[in-house]
């Protein structure tokens, strides 16, 4: 799967399928999508890579932690690595192509827009939960 910001200077690649992919609806990724949530794909990070631009990323340390990158030309939200945990984050409106998988859970939702109601059928949980425990179950 490929994927990159609005501008192009920055694309990616993944040569794995996602793990799991969520809603989060925490401050912050409203913030940094102008949106009521953000959408990620989880996977390994050993499995993905810059292709162009890797120069033009910028990082926000949102938290202990927790680094989000954007390009510097458009300011598009694009994957974070955490390579000492071989994972990636990968905001999945920035793939070009299908992630091949559906969020399987709204996370954060103490901390929803008013404005917004959500109509699926997907668990939803006040904070953040292992999503891991979630595939599983």
């Not at 999945?92 to 404005?115: E, F, N, R």
Request: proline residues 4%; hydrophobic residues 35%; contains cysteine.
């Amino acid at each position: 799967m490929k994927g990159s910001c609005a501008c192009g200077s920055i694309r990616y690649e993944l040569n794995d399928r996602f793990l799991v992919a969520n809603h989060c609806h925490c401050s912050i990724c409203r913030k940094v999508h102008g949106a009521a949530f953000g959408t990620f794909g989880h996977a390994k990070a050993d499995a993905f890579r810059w292709l162009q631009g890797e120069a033009l990323l910028t990082g926000y340390r949102s938290s202990d932690g927790n680094v989000r990158n954007f390009c510097q030309v458009c300011g598009s939200n694009l994957p974070s690595v955490f390579s000492e945990m071989n994972y990636v984050r990968i905001p999945l409106a920035t793939l070009d192509d299908d992630p091949g998988i559906q969020p399987l859970a709204h996370l954060y939702v103490k901390s929803k827009v008013s404005w917004f109601d959500i109509a699926d059928c997907l668990p939803q949980y006040p904070e953040v939960v292992d999503l891991r425990e979630l595939v599983k179950g």
